[in-house]
């Protein structure tokens, strides 16, 4: 397998963003980006490196790139702003300079966003809300889902992610910020503003950016690209298929 590289992009507010390119072993038939989850990183997503599922499509003819969002892996900064980034950010400025670089960098290739969870639901929200020049071709999402109370049937399920999203949004306000690299949870922590806006989709049961008037589930509409979106059976919390 070729040899992997990376490099450095700036997101239109200028945090900077960093790539992880894994070439094509044969001859390119597509470029996959691929988007970690919350509290997660690249790494994630090639694991174990160079025998993951970043790997994998590499040996089957794609050009793999594996992304960190800002706040996550080698996209942290080493300033006092480095918790200050929200969900938002990640729709209006990380996705759409990762697509437009790929774009840049294979103009005559087919682009599949791969994200998980978290990584799923952003590539989609961008688009669906038009920040996305020239929006990828097709969609994989991953164990992708938006917990809202209206996308959930079940009592018992709302009872519990009412419950885990208090916990959750009240430990990130004491703390100033969701700790999971010190709880063993993850490699990236969760800032306190990004926990409050994920939170607040489900207080709300609305998923959007209320103070911009953009409602991230009324712009799915506009998607146009195949999606293919898979979900474990064996999951019966976290991306439950009713919420997917």
């Known amino acids: 397998m070729a040899q992997s590289s990376s490099f450095m992009i700036r997101a239109a507010d200028g945090w900077p963003l960093k790539l992880h390119h894994i070439p094509a072993v044969s001859d390119s038939r597509g470029v996959v980006l691929m988007t970690h989850a919350m509290m997660a990183d690249h790494r994630s997503l090639d694991k174990p490196a160079g025998k993951g599922f970043g790997s994998f499509f590499a040996s089957r003819g794609w050009e793999v790139y594996l992304a960190d969002y800002r706040g996550h892996g080698s996209s942290e900064t080493s300033d006092a702003n480095e918790s200050s980034w929200d969900y938002?950010?990640?729709?209006?400025f990380d996705f759409p300079v990762m697509v437009e670089t790929l774009r840049s960098r294979h103009p005559d290739l087919k682009l599949c966003a791969a994200g998980q969870s978290l990584g799923g639901h952003v590539s989609v929200a961008s688009h669906g809300a038009g920040y996305l020049e020239n929006p990828p071709d097709m969609y994989l999402l991953l164990s992708t889902n938006i917990w809202k109370p209206s996308l959930d049937s079940s009592?018992?399920?709302r009872a519990l992610k009412t419950w885990n999203l208090a916990v959750f949004q009240g430990a990130t306000q004491v703390l100033g910020k969701f700790p999971a690299k010190a709880l063993g949870l993850g490699t990236a922590d969760a800032a306190l503003q990004y926990v409050r806006d994920l939170c607040g989709f489900w207080w709300r049961d609305s998923w959007g950016n209320e103070s911009e008037g953009v409602d991230y589930?009324?712009?799915?509409?506009?998607?146009?690209?195949p999606i293919l979106s898979v979900v474990g059976k064996g999951d019966r919390l976290m991306a439950h298929n009713s919420s997917a």
């Open 155 to 157: 009592f018992f399920r």
């Open 88 to 92: 938002h950010e990640l729709v209006r």
């Open 217 to 225: 589930a009324a712009g799915l509409k506009n998607i146009e690209s």
